[in-house]
């Protein structure tokens, strides 16, 4: 009959996590491979990474600049329960040498989907998911922390170091 769908943040309200890196080699070649980056990162299976744009501009004589975003679903880590991680890039990288900025923003969010037959069934399992289901979603925050956690020391691999 119905269905409801509960998304919440799994940093504070409306948290983005920003990693941005300053005077470093960018290849265009990693954004082609992206979402094989995210999928190994992710520990997901590469089908639910979805790039929903990229697009370069090389119109600027010093530098081509460029922005991108992919989407990457985690399914079934708790029934019912899936993980959504948003992932954006904007930076530029120099056309004679290649060097640039970058800077990377994730934001995650739980999904939960409640299907119900009938008016009843609604508010039973409303009520179930505000009485009991909270703790175990807390497990799956911790899941999608460390995760991005692990983004974060990937990007630093690559982009060299510090996070500015």
């Not at 504070?12 to 992206?34: D, E, V």
């Not at 029934?79 to 640039?100: C, E, H, Q, T």
């Not at 399992?125 to 925050?141: N, Q, V």
């Amino acid at each position: 009959m119905g269905e409801i769908k509960i998304r919440k943040g799994i940093f504070p309200a409306k948290t983005k996590l920003i990693f941005s890196f300053q005077n470093t080699f960018i290849n265009p070649l990693f954004f082609k491979q992206m979402p094989f980056f995210l999928a190994r990162v992710f520990q997901i299976p590469r089908e639910k990474v979805v790039e929903k744009s990229f697009k370069w501009d090389v119109t600027s004589p010093k530098e081509n600049s460029f922005i991108g975003r992919w989407v990457c679903v985690e399914e079934g880590v708790i029934p019912g329960v899936n993980l959504i991680y948003d992932v954006r890039v904007k930076g530029s990288a120099g056309k004679s040498d290649g060097r640039g900025s970058i800077g990377f923003a994730v934001k995650s969010e739980i999904e939960t989907e409640i299907s119900y037959s009938s008016f009843i069934e609604k508010y039973l399992k409303i009520f179930y998911f505000r009485a009991f289901y909270l703790k175990k979603m807390e497990g799956a925050k911790e899941i999608g922390r460390i995760k991005v956690s692990r983004l974060e020391n990937a990007l630093k691999e690559i982009f060299g170091g510090e996070k500015k």
